[in-house]
Structure formats: C-alpha cells, structure tokens
C-alpha cells in the first residue's frame, strides 16, 4: 500500500485494459515524477475525451459533433454501409483506402455468454436507415470469429427479406481474430473478394 | 527415423523445486526414483506444460508456482529432427504464460506442441475405459488436437457454441417467440456446422487409432480375443434436424441434448462391453493399449515419435502385463517415475534418484 493519492491512481489505472498490477505501480510513478505540466496534459486529454467526444447520431462512431467526419463528408457514398462491431474497427476498414461508403457501428456482437442478444446491439437504428437513405449494399464486416459470424448470420437473415444486397467479407481472415488487428492488404483483400448472402 | 529429444530440463520454482537442472539419457529409458511426494511426477508435468501449457493432473496455475514465489519457471531444450530449440516458459501470477523459442515470443500453444509432443501413462488411464464417455471424448480430441492441431481447434469453438447456446436457453425460460427463434437458429446454425465438422474428424481419428490399438491389446493381454473400437453418435442424419427435433425438449431443460457433447467411443474386447463386463486387469489392458496407438498414430502423422512420459505407470500392473508392456514400449526417449522397484525386463538407460528437491545420480 501506498500513500494515499498513490494508490487511488494505482488502483485507477489497475482497471484499465491490458494494465496489470506492476504496469499500473510503474505508471503511477511515472505520472508522479514527471513534471506537473505533462501529467496535467494527460488530465486534461482524459477530460476532454469524456466531454468532447460523443456517438455520431447516424452511425454511432466516434463523433465531436452530431455527425462523425464520415458522415458529413459529402464524397462518401451512402446507398453502401458496412457494418461493424466496434469503431476502431472502422480505423482498420479505413486503413485499407479500399471503401468509400458509410458505416453502422454495431456496439458488440452476439454472445449469450454476456448477456448480448439482438436487442443490445444497434440492429433496430440499422434497419430505420435501411428505410431512410436508398441503401443498396449492405457489407457484413463483423469480426471472423464464432460471434461475429453468428451476428452476420443474424443480420443476413434480418436484412435479405427486405431486398437489399447483403454481403459478407470474405474469409481469408484469420479465423478467430479481430478485425482490428489484420493488417490493411489482408483486410482490404477480405472486403474486395466479399461474397454475396443467399438466404 | 526422426525423433523428438529432451536435453536438458531446467526448473525455477516450479512446484515444490527451487532450483533443478537435469540431463536425462538421449534415448532409450530413464528412470526417476523418489519417495511418494517427492516430486517424481512434477518433472513429468513440467515436461508436459512446456508442450501444452497445461497440468496433465489438471492443478491451476497457483499450484503450479511454488509457494513463496509469484513465478515459475521452465527451461527445456529439445532436439526437434535436427533442429536444437531452447523452450522457455514462464508461470507469473496474474498474467497469461509466455513461452520463446530460442528467444523469440511463441504465440501460441500450436507452436509449442509443433516443436515438442508427448505421450503420457498414468495409472489413472484406467478411467478413460471404466469411466464417463467424457474422459473419451477427452482423449480423442486431445490427439485430434496434437495430431491436426487445425482440426482440434473444433473442440474449443464447440464448447464456446455449446456455452452460448446454453446460456440463451436459460435466459429464454422455455418460451420461444419468432424474433427469439431467429437468434437460437443462428446458434443451432453454428453448433450444426461446428458440431459435424467434428464428429466427423473424430470418428475419422478412432478409426485410425483402432488397428494400433487392436495390436497392442493382442499383444499385452493374450488370448483375450478381438478387439473392436468406434465412435458412437449421438444423433442420426443432419445435425441440424436432429436439433430441430430435440427443440423443444432442450427449451424445457435449458440445456442442449444432442450433438457432439453426448457422443461415446465404444470399445468391445472379445466380444465385451469394455467399459463394464471387463476385468480390471483387462481395462488397464484397454487403456494403455489407447495410449500407445495414439502414440503410434502421432509418430506416423507428424513423423516423429513423442516423448514418451510413464509417471507411475507400471505399479498397478500385472507381472506379465508389465512385463509385456516394457516388450512393447516404442523406440526413442523414455521417461519412467517410480517409488519401489523397475518394472521386469525393463533395462534403464540412466537411473536418478530424487531426494528432498534434489536429483542425484
Ligand atoms: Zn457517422
């Protein structure tokens, strides 16, 4: 146990993602030993992140105003959406350079396990925008893991009675990966080659 | 033929060791001696974790580090064919294992097992015949996995699907309507697909395994007549009609009745029911005859033998059976836990005694 503050930051930082106990000791030191204006940047970024930072209200990527800068960009081509699961996965879908139309962030896929059924995920706001902005294709861009394929398969299945083109990425993907961590010429290769959904 | 070859052994604070370091024979069979709980089969298991990343007496990670420490560590060099790999692994609490080769991150179980395989008796083998048809399923996914590590992956998005599955079960409550049908579809999609794939690699893998096992069983119990093993499936036809079918009965008891979960391997040896109408003497017949035709098995797909691993192997044995089984034993690397005497006819290539964490020769 440390003084006080320490070990509320230690503590703070210990719940974060992929930061064990010794990282968060070793970041709390370094946070305490730097000087006062870098760690007071750091503050802020978080602050800002938490206030600026919001859900664009068309397809719930990241967003600093009601719509993200995909969204407002003119050039992008709306009748074709890609739908994804998380919004870093639209970082690594615009890597690629290889897509110009819009995207719909899921927010998860579907796992029982955690309690995540249709009704968790963005599929109803998906289905009013179907009706809204002429889509013609919708691409499938869930992660090739045995959830995101179970949630292509659900969303196909919503999707194709409506009569709009449904298709899925190819594989060629590492099977149980993320999307996120596919490098941009397998990624790219995936939605070039993708396959059209029957039934 | 090629072989797979154990060096040097080295273990930090693993179990009950401090520190040991140890070169066993580069073939034929080395006999570790040692008082019951002075740590005979600990070495086998670290021998075992640097191949699978797992206890083979299925002890959790805190067990494994020894008491006091917060990491364990274990260093084993290997010579795969020709090449020379120092494998490294390394147990710290409240983090995942990593292991290296010759320095370099292994990111996986799959490269560890490509570089070093395994094959394990023990006396508890026993349960693989008299036991739960789950021990069985065990032991044919386990060589699945070692022997098409791609195929074996099936195992583990089974028991995923099969989690999922279950969990939307319980949360629908036995009540089903059409948006809810929609999403158990696409789960009974999955397991159907999953699910065949596997019962088909599995029953393809028993098939294999019977005629090696056939001989070893005529070999280590005479005269006890033919012996016959297959897969037995739970379901007939379709995976995904016999899901439709048992709908309704696996919404009223929230859990999933058919699939590869419920299947069996059946044995008969001269005309019985293994599992219950044999000897127990026969049984243990039965089970090491397993080990050794999976072991053979592995030897022809991967075209090198695994260390052989005998922890205890022969105390529950018959003379003549034990006696059969040291005629039997493959060529290639052997290692040989004991508390009291070498078995009959064995002839040790080095013989170490293990006393208070120390090995002495
Ligand atoms: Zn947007």
Redesign the interface.
């Known amino acids: 146990m440390f003084a006080g503050p320490i070990q509320e930051l230690v503590d703070e930082l210990g719940r974060l993602p992929g930061v064990?106990?010794r990282s968060a000791q070793r970041i709390a030191f370094y946070v305490l030993e730097a000087d006062r204006d870098s760690a007071l940047r750091l503050a802020q970024a978080i602050v800002e992140v938490k206030d600026r930072i919001r859900l664009c209200e068309r397809c719930f990527n990241v967003a600093e105003t009601e719509l993200c800068t995909i969204c407002s960009d003119p050039r992008r081509d709306r009748t074709i959406i890609c739908v994804v699961e998380d919004p870093r996965d639209i970082v690594a879908v615009e890597r690629t350079r290889e897509f110009h139309g819009t995207y719909h962030v899921l927010g998860g896929a579907?796992?029982?396990?955690d309690?995540v059924?249709?009704e968790q995920l963005r599929v109803r706001p998906l289905l009013v925008r179907l009706g809204v902005e002429g889509v013609a294709e919708v691409i499938l861009c869930t992660n090739p893991n045995?959830?995101g394929?179970?949630t292509a398969?659900?969303l196909a299945?919503?999707l194709l009675p409506i009569g709009v083109k449904v298709t899925r990425i190819a594989s060629g993907l590492p099977v149980?990966g993320d999307l996120e961590y596919a490098d941009e010429l397998t990624l790219g290769r995936a939605l070039e080659g993708r396959r059209e959904v029957n039934g | 033929m090629n072989e797979t070859v154990i060096l040097r052994l080295s273990l930090r604070d693993f179990r009950n060791f401090d520190t040991v370091d140890f070169y066993p024979s580069q073939d034929g069979l080395t006999v570790i001696q040692g008082e019951n709980g002075a740590g005979k089969s600990s070495l086998l298991e670290a021998v075992v974790y640097v191949s699978t990343l797992q206890s083979f007496r299925g002890a959790p990670r805190e067990a494994i580090v020894r008491q006091g420490a917060i990491e364990a560590n274990v260093r084993c060099d290997v010579l795969a064919g020709k090449r020379k790999v120092e494998t490294e692994i390394s147990i710290l609490l409240?983090?995942r294992d990593r292991a290296w080769h010759n320095g370099q991150r292994v990111p996986g179980v799959r490269g560890l097992l490509e570089v070093l395989r395994t094959t394990l008796f023990t006396p508890d083998d026993l349960v693989l015949v008299k036991g739960a048809p789950s021990g069985r399923r065990d032991f044919v996914d386990d060589v699945l996995t070692r022997s098409h590590p791609r195929l074996g992956?099936d195992r583990s998005?089974l028991d995923?699907?099969l989690?999922?599955?279950n969990?939307?079960l319980r949360?629908l409550g036995g009540r089903l309507d059409s948006?809810a049908a929609?999403?158990l579809?696409?789960?009974d999609?999955?397991l159907a697909q999953i699910g065949e794939r596997l019962a088909r690699s599995r029953s393809e893998l028993v098939e294999a395994l019977s005629p090696y096992a056939a001989e070893a069983f005529s070999i280590l119990a005479s005269q006890a007549g033919s012996f016959k093993m297959r897969y037995v499936s739970s379901w007939e036809g379709a995976l995904s009609d016999a899901l439709a079918v048992a709908r309704h009965e696996d919404l009223r008891r929230a859990t999933t009745t058919v699939g590869p979960q419920r299947d069996d391997v059946e044995i008969e040896a001269g005309g019985l029911d293994a599992r219950t109408r044999l000897s127990q003497g026969r049984q243990r017949c039965v089970a090491l005859s397993l080990r050794l035709s999976s072991h053979r098995l592995m030897t022809n797909v991967t075209g090198a033998a695994p260390v052989l691993l005998l922890d205890d192997a022969f105390s529950e044995l018959d003379e003549a059976t034990a006696r059969a089984l040291v005629g039997e034993l493959p060529d290639g690397q052997a290692f040989l836990t004991t508390a009291g005497e070498l078995p009959p006819g064995a002839s040790p290539k080095l013989v170490v005694r293990l006393v208070d964490g120390k090995l002495k020769q």
């Open positions: 064990g106990p579907l796992s029982p396990i309690g059924g249709p045995l959830e394929e179970a398969m659900y299945r919503l149980g | 409240g983090r992956a998005a995923r699907v989690r999922h599955r969990a939307l949360q948006e929609t999403t579809d696409i789960w999609d999955r």
